[in-house]
C-alpha cells in the first residue's frame, strides 16, 4: 500500500491522500494532524451529515439502519427516514425505513432503540441473544473479524449475531454510525483531555486506527453473513468539514452545558422541527459492548475465569511473548486466534497496549487513576460513566457527578440563555 492510495478500511468507504499530503498538514491517511481554526457552524455541519446519509441511500437491494438508540445510530435513522421518500429507493423497497437492534432483554440499547424507532415512525426489529449463545459464538466470530483485541471481540459478537438475522430477512445493506466518536472525541475518557491540541491528536489517532477496530468490527461481522455496511460518518467531505473546526468546540466542557460530542448534538437540535427527542440526542455516550447490556461483558469475563486458571496468566509472557494479554479474557480470546492464526505475520496485524474505554495508550495519562483501571468498556472511565465500575449502585452519586439527562437537559436550558 503506498501514500498516495492508502485507505481506512471499512465496507462502502474510503479515504485516499494527496501525493502533497505530508507537506500539507495532513497523514498518509489523509486525516490533518494539524488542525485549522475554522469557525463552527451547525446548519454546514448539519447540511454536511445529511448530505453524507442521502447519498447511500442509493441501492438496488433491501436495506436499513443499524440502530442502537444512540446518539450517532439514531440521528443516521433520523436522516435517513426524512429523506427516504425523496429517494429512488423507496419506490423500489418503499417508504418506511427499516431498522435493526439487538442486546439482552432488558438492555439500555433495545429501549432507547424501541423509543427511537417509534418516534420516527420506522419498521422496527428487536433482536435478543443470551449470555450463552454470545459465548458459544466467540470462535466462529474471532475467526470472521481476525483480531483477538477485547474491545473488538465484545462488540462483534452481538452485531455478527445481528446480522445474521438481518441477512435471514433478506435486507443485504444496512447504514451504520460508525466514525462518529473518532471524528468528534466523542468516548468517554475525552473528558479529561487537558487542552484542545491534544483533544485533537487524539481524534486524529482515532481515525487513523479504525481499520483495527470499529471499521474491522462493522466490516467484518456483516460481510460474514453477506450483508454490506455503509458508514455515513466517514463520508469523505464529512470528515474534512468536521476535522477542520476548531478542536475548541468538541472540548467537553460542563461549565459550559457541553458534554461529549456537543457540537453534533447541537447541529441537530431543531426546536421547530426536531430530529430526535432531547433526552435522545443528549443521551450520554454508550459503548455497543456496554449498550447491549451489562451483564455481556461481566458473563465474559465470567467465562474467561473458567477457562483460564492464575498459573496460565502468571506465565503469559512465556506463552506469549509478543503482545502478551494481562486479563484471563483476553488471553482466552488470544488462545483462540492463535488456534486459526498460528503464524507470526498474523498476530503482528492485532494492535496492543492499555487502554481506558477504547482510548489510546497515549490517553491513559490524562488521569492517573486509570492506570489502575486498565479496561476497554466505557464503564472503566471512572467518574465520568453514570454506571461507572466503582460507582455502580449508587445512582445518585453518579447521576449528580455525571449529569443525568433531565440535569443535562437543564444545563443545556441555562447555555441557551447565557447565548
Not at 498518509?28 to 446548519?43: E, V
Not at 420516527?120 to 473479524?145: K, M, N, P, S
Not at 430477512?169 to 460508525?178: A, F, Q, Y
Amino acid at each position: 500500500m503506498t501514500v498516495n492510495d492508502s485507505r481506512i478500511s471499512c465496507q462502502g468507504i474510503y479515504i485516499r491522500a494527496n501525493k502533497e499530503g505530508l507537506d500539507d498538514g495532513t497523514t498518509q491517511h489523509g486525516i490533518r494532524n494539524k488542525y485549522l481554526q475554522s469557525p463552527y457552524d451547525p446548519l454546514v455541519l448539519r447540511g454536511a451529515f445529511e448530505k453524507a446519509v442521502i447519498k447511500r441511500l442509493m441501492t438496488d437491494v433491501p436495506f436499513g439502519v443499524l440502530l442502537s438508540g444512540g446518539l450517532d445510530s439514531s440521528l443516521v435513522a433520523a436522516v435517513a427516514s426524512r429523506h427516504l421518500a425523496d429517494a429512488e429507493a423507496a419506490c423500489q423497497w418503499g417508504s418506511q425505513l427499516h431498522t435493526f437492534c439487538i442486546g439482552l432483554k432488558g438492555s439500555p440499547d433495545t429501549k432507547a432503540a424501541r423509543e427511537v424507532a417509534d418516534y420516527l415512525g420506522t419498521r422496527h426489529h428487536e433482536f435478543h441473544f443470551t449470555i450463552q449463545e454470545g459465548i458459544d459464538a466467540l470462535e466462529e466470530v474471532i475467526y470472521h473479524i481476525e483480531t483477538f483485541d477485547v474491545t473488538t471481540i465484545r462488540a462483534s459478537t452481538p452485531m455478527f449475531l445481528m446480522s445474521r438475522k438481518i441477512k435471514s430477512l433478506g435486507v443485504k445493506m444496512v447504514i451504520s454510525g460508525e466514525g462518529s466518536d473518532e471524528i468528534f472525541g466523542g468516548y468517554l475518557y475525552f473528558h479529561k483531555a487537558p487542552n484542545k491540541e491534544e483533544f485533537h491528536q487524539e481524534t486524529c489517532q482515532k481515525i487513523k486506527a479504525l481499520h483495527l477496530y470499529d471499521c474491522l468490527r462493522a466490516n467484518k461481522s456483516t460481510s460474514a453473513w453477506g450483508v454490506e455496511a455503509r458508514v455515513p460518518f466517514l463520508d469523505k467531505e464529512f470528515i474534512n468539514i468536521a476535522m477542520s473546526i476548531d478542536p475548541e468546540w468538541k472540548m467537553i466542557r460542563p461549565d459550559l452545558g457541553r458534554i461529549e460530542k456537543w457540537i453534533l448534538r447541537n447541529a441537530f437540535d431543531d426546536e421547530k422541527n426536531p430530529y430526535l427527542p432531547k433526552h435522545i440526542l443528549y443521551r450520554q455516550k454508550e459503548q455497543f459492548s456496554d449498550g447491549v447490556g451489562y451483564s455481556w461483558i461481566d458473563g465474559l469475563k465470567d467465562h474467561a475465569n473458567k477457562q483460564v486458571t492464575d498459573s496460565m496468566l502468571m506465565n503469559a509472557s512465556f506463552v506469549y511473548p509478543e503482545n502478551t494479554p494481562t486479563t484471563k479474557e483476553a488471553y482466552y480470546y488470544r488462545t483462540i486466534f492463535e488456534k486459526f492464526f498460528p503464524k507470526n505475520a498474523a498476530r503482528s496485524t492485532v494492535p496492543g497496549g492499555p487502554s481506558v474505554a477504547c482510548s489510546t495508550a497515549k490517553a491513559v495519562e490524562w488521569d492517573a487513576s486509570w492506570s489502575k483501571n486498565l479496561d476497554p468498556s466505557g464503564r472503566a472511565a471512572l467518574g465520568v460513566h453514570a454506571a461507572a465500575y466503582e460507582e455502580t449502585g449508587n445512582t445518585e452519586a453518579a447521576n449528580l457527578m455525571n449529569g443525568s439527562p433531565q440535569k443535562r437537559l437543564e444545563m443545556l436550558e441555562k447555555t441557551a440563555a447565557v447565548a
